[in-house]
């Protein structure tokens, strides 16, 4: 294995959570990342969580990006959480647009991830790596296909310079999505954002909400599992590195990892992932 791995974490809610998440990061650790970076609750809900797992991930001698969401926000509680940011010694965003609870009203200043960048630009020149999502298989509240890769290649346009996908289980998906974004002349690196499969019910939460489609083969299989956690398990570590094998052999830029705070699954899927 010997392609650039990066690994996503959420911040732990409670002292057992970050004891916990801080022995996951140590694991990781061990396949050299080029960077871990931390998710960031839309409306700043999670702010201080995130701040000091981003600053203690620094403290371990590892690159640190700190996701920014933009939902809600106003410029000056955003040119504040910047500086915030640099004074840590943070040189890599996620810069996202966010999606705030249902009941909340959106109001803030910033419309779209897009806005976001172009503000982070103007504020602070090059001091900041800016990712920003990519979704293979179309942003859930996209108009259209069309319309959403039209709103990623703005999103680059405003100054992003790589990206990192929504996880999907469908390379083709993928492929395709590169495709259509050089064409319109986005040449930034498009990394694939890998979900391991843990848990089932957990996996199907999650698709729903974020619009990825799980294959019909894979949900069966999962639903045929029940609560056989260790089948679950195995099924998912063959389907997600086979997954991993077959983008790594296209010449993918990297692989992101999200970890949900767990090291075992994703090590195990970097431990079989075929020599290059
Ligand atoms: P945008 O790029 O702004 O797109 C949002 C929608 O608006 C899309 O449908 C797009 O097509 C449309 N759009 C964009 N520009 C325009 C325009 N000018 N006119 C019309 N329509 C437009 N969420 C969190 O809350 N915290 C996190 O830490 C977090 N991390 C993430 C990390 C990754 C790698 C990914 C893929 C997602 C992450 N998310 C996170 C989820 C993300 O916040 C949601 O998917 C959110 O709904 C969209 O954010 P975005 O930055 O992609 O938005």
Redesign the pocket.
Known sequence: MNIPVSFEFFPPKTPEGADKLRATRQALYAHRPEFCSV????GGSTQEGTFSTVKAILGEGVAAAS?F?CVGATKATVREQLAALRAMGVQRL?A????LPSGYGAGGEFH???DLVTFIRNETGDAFHIE????PEI?P???SAE??LQ??A??VRAGADSA???YFFNADAYFRFVDDVQRLGVRVPVVP?IMPITSSTQLMRFSDA?GAEIPRWIRLRLQGFGDDTASIRSFGLDVMTALCDQLRASGVPGI?FYTMNQAAATSEIIRRLKPA
Do not use: N, P
């Not at 998710?39 to 839309?42: D, E, L, N, Q």
């Open positions: 998710t960031f609750g839309a996701h969401s996620v996202l647009r966010g999606d779209y991830a897009s920003v999502a990519a979704y942003h509240q996209a108009r319309a959403d709103a990623f703005a999103k990192i996908t929504q954002g974020c992101h």
